[in-house]
């Protein structure tokens, strides 16, 4: 089946640093989506990407989607201690009328003060 | 809106016992999936639903695993019997299209002892 290589698999940093995290795959995807899971709690979606080459921003959260649909990065800057979490990324794959996410293996994140 | 709810939330069971999750997606959502994540690895795809449709079930691991989706709302995911590689945390997501807004509930976390 398809697999999402997403590094780094975690990340120690001090808050108010950039943070930068990316997926690339061997097949093309539909979509990119990346999520952050807290404890105890399911994928929250932060930003989806439709097109390749696409750039959107959430506040501090950048995503692009690569211009070859098999990858896409994560930028977050001026990190702060609720960004705390694990980041996943998404490929959608959208066959006939069936569809599915093929998740990344997540980016741990931990903000320092 | 209310989000995507699932019941129980925990989960611990004997081996050899039956288990069912439930799922309720978002009001007029007519995809609806069933992702887990077990020992820490990433989330893995079970199966997607069109409404009472069975669209893509190529993720179920097995026939003790059995989802339904009746009148095309809620769904059900019964483990019978449960073995101890069961264990994890079980995810359902719903979405209004197949190319985006997909929403997590916060997951039932099985225990097979």
């Known amino acids: 089946g398809q697999q999402l290589n997403q590094s780094p698999q975690s990340m120690f940093i001090q808050e108010g640093e950039d943070v930068s995290m990316n997926c690339t795959s061997s097949s093309i995807f539909n979509t990119w989506l990346w999520y952050k899971q807290e404890p105890g709690e399911g994928p929250v979606l932060l930003i989806a990407l439709y097109k390749a080459g696409e750039l959107t921003s959430n506040g501090r959260l950048t995503a692009q989607f690569g211009i070859t649909r098999k990858d896409s990065f994560l930028n977050i800057s001026a990190s702060i201690p609720s960004d705390v979490g694990i980041y996943f990324c998404a490929g959608v794959l959208v066959t006939g009328t069936a569809s599915k996410l093929t998740f990344g293996t997540g980016t741990r994140l931990q903000v320092t003060l | 809106e209310a989000g995507v709810t699932q019941f129980p939330s925990h989960s611990v069971i004997e081996k050899g016992q039956t288990v069912t999750l439930r799922c309720d997606p978002i009001s007029g959502h007519d995809n609806l999936y069933w992702y887990r994540r077990v020992m820490g690895k990433e989330i893995k795809f079970l199966l997607h639903f069109v409404k009472e449709s069975k669209q893509d079930e190529s993720g179920m691991p097995n026939n003790r695993f059995l989802a339904e989706r009746t009148g095309g709302t809620y769904s059900t995911l019964k483990v019978q019997p449960a073995e101890l590689e069961d264990s994890g945390v079980y995810f359902c997501?719903?979405?209004?299209?197949?190319?985006?807004?997909?929403?997590f509930g916060s997951g039932t976390r099985l225990t097979v002892v």
């Open positions: 997501a719903s979405s209004l299209r197949q190319t985006y807004g997909y929403t």
